[in-house]
């Protein structure tokens, strides 16, 4: 059972943006760290590389996610295959971004190429991080139930909370 108001029939429930939101600020938060410490402990190769590399992991996931989140609520159906297929995308863009960068010859002068690679890994982690503990801590209902209306007694969802293990 959930204490939220019902949404009025034809109005979506909005609960992903904010789980996007507070992974975008991790991501952010991390890759700003991760930078500032590539630009104080190593220098300004590394600090661009994680920034870089930050920058184009949390790009990707922005994109994956507001393309998945539009898909289901256009079409649930599809919501799946419009993932997979997102997934896949990213991973070639992926691949043909760092392609781009290592044939431009920035990595190595411009870019630290393990400093790229941290600012991928901590944009991924804080990411992931972020959602989890956003979509943890959202109160999203599994189902909805149909309450009794105003004919149903008290004593009836009395029983029914006693039913539940309440005392």
């Known amino acids: 059972m959930t204490t939220t108001a019902r949404p009025a029939p034809g109005q979506p429930r909005v609960r992903t943006p904010r789980v996007l939101l507070v992974a975008a600020v991790c991501v952010v938060t991390a890759v700003v760290l991760t930078s500032v410490v590539g630009f104080v402990g190593v220098g300004s190769a590394a600090g661009l590389g994680a920034l870089v590399g ?14 998945v989140n539009a898909a289901t609520r256009i079409a649930p159906q599809a919501a799946l295959m419009m993932a997979l297929m997102t997934y896949t995308f990213q991973v ?5 971004v760092f392609l781009a960068v290592s044939r431009s010859g920035a990595i190595g002068t411009t870019l630290s190429s393990g400093w790229l690679a941290g600012g991928v890994v901590a944009a991924t982690v804080a990411w992931t991080v972020g959602q989890l503990v956003a979509s943890a801590r959202a109160r999203i209902p599994v189902y909805d139930i149909e309450l009794p209306g105003p004919a149903g007694s008290s004593a009836e969802a009395s029983s029914r909370t006693r039913e539940v293990g309440a005392p």
Do not use: H, K, W
Not at 55 to 62: D, H, P, S, T, W
């Open 54 to 67: 930050g920058a184009i992991a949390a790009g990707f996931f922005l994109f994956g996610s507001v393309v």
């Open 92 to 96: 070639t863009l992926v691949l043909l």
